[in-house]
């Protein structure tokens, strides 16, 4: 419920920037970081590397979510935007598994998911949502 509180502020505060048929996915993380990497260092590299290289390979808009309250820590948000639902299923089945375009658009993103397991590692869980 939560989640979708989130999606509906951001859509009705967006209207213009998200046309009717666009896809929008909200994914939040459960975080598990590594050593001494602090939460903020763990963000940071999801927003600088992570977001920006997925956002490449998967031809997708990625906007990192900081969470302020509620049930989230050692959680961060990250909003996947997709022209259209046949933008996404360029790279994933119905079911959420990656297809051959998804499993190529991954390998491109291996350095940066090297880089970023040193800090920690993600477990996602996701909602799609297409504008109205």
């Not at 993380?29 to 001494?36: C, E, T, Y």
């Not at 900081?66 to 997709?82: C, D, E, P, Q, T």
């Amino acid at each position: 419920m939560k989640n979708f509180l989130i999606l509906a502020a951001f859509v009705l505060l967006n209207t213009a920037a998200l046309p009717k048929g666009t896809l929008v996915g909200m994914h939040t993380f459960s975080v598990k970081l590594n050593g001494k990497t602090t939460m903020q260092q763990f963000e940071d590299a999801v927003k600088t590397k992570w977001v920006p290289a997925s956002s490449k390979a998967f031809s997708c808009q990625g906007h990192v979510l900081k969470f302020v309250r509620g049930k989230s820590a050692n959680k961060m948000g990250v909003l996947i935007i997709y022209k259209n639902d046949a933008e996404r299923n360029k790279f994933y089945n119905p079911d959420g598994t990656m297809n051959a375009g998804g499993n190529a658009a991954n390998a491109k993103m291996k350095p940066v998911a090297d880089e970023l397991a040193k800090l920690g590692t993600m477990t996602d869980e996701y909602t799609d949502w297409i504008v109205q």
